[in-house]
């Protein structure tokens, strides 16, 4: 004979509401100083390019980046012969590289930390938590208003 089917005493994992969510990444771009960290492949020739559009896109909108961050992957030949391997899920970067990042976050007294890659949730709030600041992607800032304030960020005019 079968033994009735119990229910499950244990809790059930607790997900912040949206709006809990909105409020641990929501700050202000205008007027804020940020580290501007990038992120790119050894085969991206153009990333100085890159980081210097995003800095003028920031600076448009009235974010003053005090200090750029690049970490270049499968440069070096140590750094080749790991391209096969995956990189850090948890924070994008490499250990050393956050290390620098919060160390120059600190010297410089910045507000945030923009990521020219696109972050997941896990990596935000991972790396929110490392670097003791809001960590975003640019996408998320220059986002318009309205998808902005529905991602969790203001953009005050």
Same mark, same amino acid.
């Given at each position: 004979? &079968?033994?009735?089917?119990?229910? =499950? +005493?244990?809790?059930?994992?607790? !997900?912040?509401?949206?709006?809990? $969510?909105?409020?641990?990444?929501?700050?202000?771009? *205008? /007027?804020? =100083?940020? *580290?501007?960290? /990038?992120?790119?492949? @050894?085969? $991206?020739?153009?990333?100085?390019?890159?980081?210097?559009?995003?800095?003028?896109?920031?600076?448009?909108?009235?974010?003053? !980046?005090?200090? $750029?961050? *690049? $970490?270049?992957?499968?440069?070096?030949?140590?750094?080749?012969?790991?391209?096969?391997?995956?990189?850090?899920?948890?924070?994008?970067?490499? &250990? /050393?590289?956050? +290390?620098?990042?919060?160390? @120059?976050? =600190?010297?410089?007294?910045? =507000?945030?930390?923009?990521? *020219?890659?696109?972050?997941?949730? &896990?990596?935000?709030?991972?790396?929110?938590?490392?670097?003791?600041?809001?960590a975003v992607s640019l996408s998320d800032i220059l986002l318009p208003t309205d998808s902005s304030l529905k991602a969790g960020f203001r953009n005050?005019?």
């Amino acid at each position: 004979m &079968h033994q009735p089917r119990r229910r =499950d +005493r244990r809790l059930a994992r607790r !997900v912040p509401s949206e709006p809990a $969510q909105r409020r641990a990444f929501r700050f202000s771009a *205008v /007027g804020a =100083d940020v *580290v501007l960290v /990038g992120y790119f492949s @050894a085969k $991206q020739k153009d990333f100085e390019t890159l980081m210097a559009s995003a800095a003028r896109e920031l600076a448009a909108r009235g974010t003053r !980046v005090v200090v $750029q961050i *690049v $970490q270049r992957r499968g440069v070096s030949a140590g750094g080749v012969r790991k391209m096969g391997l995956p990189y850090s899920s948890r924070t994008l970067l490499s &250990h /050393g590289k956050v +290390r620098e990042v919060a160390q @120059a976050c =600190d010297q410089a007294n910045a =507000d945030a930390v923009i990521f *020219v890659a696109s972050l997941t949730e &896990h990596q935000r709030r991972t790396l929110t938590g490392m670097l003791g600041r809001p960590a975003v992607s640019l996408s998320d800032i220059l986002l318009p208003t309205d998808s902005s304030l529905k991602a969790g960020f203001r953009n005050t005019p």
